[in-house]
């Protein structure tokens, strides 16, 4: 990978939807979520209300996490961006890390999964 090839994506909000677990052909749980992001930010010098949905999908030891969420819970993700598929372009944060903010039940915080 080039030292200029970063793809990494923070994003902390509310849990508007989650989908069922299932199981990929390879056997790894998979989860859809949808993550409601609501934050003030900066740009140009000015502040700025900033509020964005963003489709998010976790394999493994995320997803298995995430079944624990129940919509509302506030949670942070990390991971990267991809398209969703070859025919449809639109990105998709694919999760490899999920924390209960403070104030949830479980506070569980996950490892990257391991690459087998």
Do not use: W, Y
């Amino acid at each position: 990978m080039a030292s200029g090839d970063s793809n990494l994506t923070q994003l902390s909000g509310r849990l508007l939807e989650r989908g069922a677990l299932r199981h990929t052909p390879a056997g790894f749980p998979v989860v859809e979520f949808l993550l409601a992001h609501v934050s003030t930010q900066v740009e140009a010098d000015v502040e700025r209300k900033v509020e964005c949905e963003m489709t998010c999908v976790a394999v493994g030891r995320p997803a298995q996490v995430l079944t624990a969420a129940k919509t509302g819970d506030e949670i942070r993700v990390s991971g990267f961006l991809a398209a969703r598929s070859l025919k449809r372009r639109s990105p998709i944060l694919h999760v490899n890390t999920v924390e209960f903010v403070e104030g949830t039940e479980n506070g569980i915080q996950t490892e990257k999964q391991d690459r087998r």
